[in-house]
């Protein structure tokens, strides 16, 4: 790590053992939209030697307000390729795994490689997200963190981490809270969940025309208005609790 100059600053910030757990992480990253892809960008700038890429959508202009990965010569890439392709650019030892799909309970949590430190969930599904959580609190062993809705929010500095527990202002993870308590009784009685999230606790901004805003399954982030510099907040703010996660790992085990 110290011969790579590209990191130096992150051993700087960690040490070498730090830094040295970093570059040897494994991290997935569910959702490459207006959160997962800066989630992602911070990670492969940091050093993460290998990244895995979950998200089926293809890149559109629509996109390019506040996805890293969407420019004109990516629009109808999919967005696993286009950020994969981005990362190269900066970092060609990345070792980076594409998996162009959606989280289902058909293909989770068998989709994801072996070897996972760290798992950031910035999909939209809400389903999805309880699998994963579930699937995180039955795993400790690999650090997780999830995103709620950036969408209809406009202060970038509101932007928090939190217990799931104590998330406000957030349909999304509202809702992911609720089936996480209905799907286990023992979850309704404690007081911490376990399932750090990032959220803002700004209330939302309700678009001018309205619509159909919310399903079942999933948060229609289309229907609101979206800044980048929120949804770029929330994706650093996903991945530096992950690379903090991992470097504080390796330092605890270095003095035992």
């Known amino acids: 790590m110290a011969t790579d100059q590209r990191f130096t600053g992150v051993e700087r910030l960690f040490g070498a053992t730090g830094a040295r757990a970093i570059q040897n ?18 990670l492969a700038r940091s050093g993460v030697g290998t990244l895995t890429l979950i998200d089926f959508d ?26 994969r392709d981005r990362i190269l650019t900066f970092y060609p030892q990345c070792k980076i795994n594409c998996i162009q799909d959606f989280v289902s309970e058909d293909n989770w949590p068998t989709m994801l490689p072996n070897g996972v430190n760290a798992l950031i ?37 509101e932007v928090s981490i939190a ?14 809270r609720y089936q996480l308590r209905r799907n ?3 979850l309704r009685q404690i007081k911490k969940m ?18 159909a805003l919310m399903s079942d399954s999933a948060w229609n982030n289309h229907s609101y208005g979206s800044l980048v510099s929120v949804t ?19 330092l605890k085990l270095a003095t035992i």
């Open 58 to 83: 293809h890149v559109a202009h629509s996109n390019m307000n506040r996805q890293i990965q969407a420019v004109d010569a990516t629009v109808g890439q999919a967005k696993v390729l286009a950020m």
């Open 121 to 157: 969930d910035a999909c939209d599904h809400i389903k999805a997200k309880v699998m994963m959580a579930q699937w995180a609190r039955n795993n400790p062993e690999c650090f997780f963190i999830m995103a709620g809705a950036a969408g209809g929010k406009r202060l970038a500095h």
């Open 184 to 186: 286990h009784a023992t």
């Open 25 to 42: 992480s494994h991290v997935a990253v569910v959702g490459l939209g207006g959160v997962g892809s800066w989630a992602t960008e911070s």
């Open 194 to 211: 376990g399932v750090c999230c990032v959220f803002s606790p700004e209330p939302i901004a309700m678009p001018n025309a309205p619509s």
């Open 232 to 250: 770029a907040t929330s994706g650093h703010c996903a991945a530096g609790f992950i690379l903090n996660q991992l470097a504080r790992s390796a």
């Open 163 to 176: 217990d799931l527990a104590d998330v406000t202002h957030d349909p999304v993870l509202s809702k992911v």
